[in-house]
């Protein structure tokens, strides 16, 4: 390790501190901490309008919101899912008592591959669980498309697309549901947090209900809902936050541009797109370390972390792989060369609003140097 602070792959961005001071007082003052205070409807209605979304129910994480968005479809039976992603995409379907089914992704977004789903259709598939994967969008309207055909729910894992648009609007507004993440390590954060996103005021009520034990009063519990609410605490950071997203992102944009710029001569490294996108938000930057490199992925992995850089491998081991999904007939890596492939050589490069362009030149340079 070299002796400078190390670069981690992600830092969140923080306001200064005592701009949360104000905050702080109200919640103070009013002694309201939880179960749907003011600033939780607050945030919930500043993030419908610049997300631009009719309907937003807030989350303590983004696990629980797709716990609970499976919850609130009543989804059961098999769910056609996507290896290459975060395991609490698949977790959220063996939390419900579903069987994932997975399919391999799209050689260019990394995405569920949408020629790929029919064949992974049973008598038992009620949905389909697609991740916007680093934020680059899914092809939503195959998606949709399947989905009408075979009567089936879609609910897009949005983890990774906060603010993310295509074709005009939010990439939100598709599919049944969509759940964001507003973890630490994302771009625009509440320390934990989550939400989902829905059509209509009727499937936001019972969401609602869902994430406070199913109380619709002081008296009648409709369904076994779970303690999924944010926190005033919460909920007043993400209102201070929302301030600093626009610079926040714009800033991620920088960092990507110059990357691309400085690796556009390295042979063996391929950054990945962000195609489909007219806002991306530039979440992660993912390379792709080819078999052309002089070094394979976890070496280059260990210099760059040698040299204080902590890069990560989002998403290897796939979710398939897991000890609680590699038994399933789908998780045979036969089944899933692309994903496999792509897990194998992915590398995530640091990329936040606070990383200087010296640090990312200085990373661009090891890797250079790592090629020649
Ligand atoms: N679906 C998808 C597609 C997801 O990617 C995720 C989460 C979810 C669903 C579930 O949403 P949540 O329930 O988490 O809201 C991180 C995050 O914990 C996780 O939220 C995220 N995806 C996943 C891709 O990354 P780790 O285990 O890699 O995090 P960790 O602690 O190693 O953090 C990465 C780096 O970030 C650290 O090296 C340092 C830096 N960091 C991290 C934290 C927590 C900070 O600087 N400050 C911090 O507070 O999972």
Redesign the pocket.
Known sequence: MSNQK?I?????YLPPLEDFYPYLQKIWDNKILTNGGPFHQQLEKALCEHLGVEHLAL?S??????VTALQALRVTGEVITTPY?????AH?LLWNGIKPVFVDVDPNTFNLDPAQIEAAITPHTTAIMP???YGNPCNVEAIQKIADNYNLRVIY????AFGVRANGSSILRHGDLS?L??????VFNT????AIICPDAKTKQRIDHLKNFGFVDELTVVAPGINGKMSEINAAFGMLQLEHVDKAIARRGEIDRLYRDLLAEVPGISCVGNAGQEVSNHS?FPVLVNDEFPLKRDALYQVLKEQGI?A?R??YPLISDFPMYRGLPSAHRENLPVATWVAQRVLCLPI?PNLDNSDVERIAAIIAECGK
């Open positions: 190390p981690y792959v992600t830092q969140p989350f994480n983004g696990t629980l919101a797709l992603s975060f395991v609490a995409t959220s991740v916007h994967c894992d949005a983890a990774h759940v993440s507003f973890h630490a390590t994302k320390f934990e947090g989550g992660y902590v990560r989002y998403f936040y």
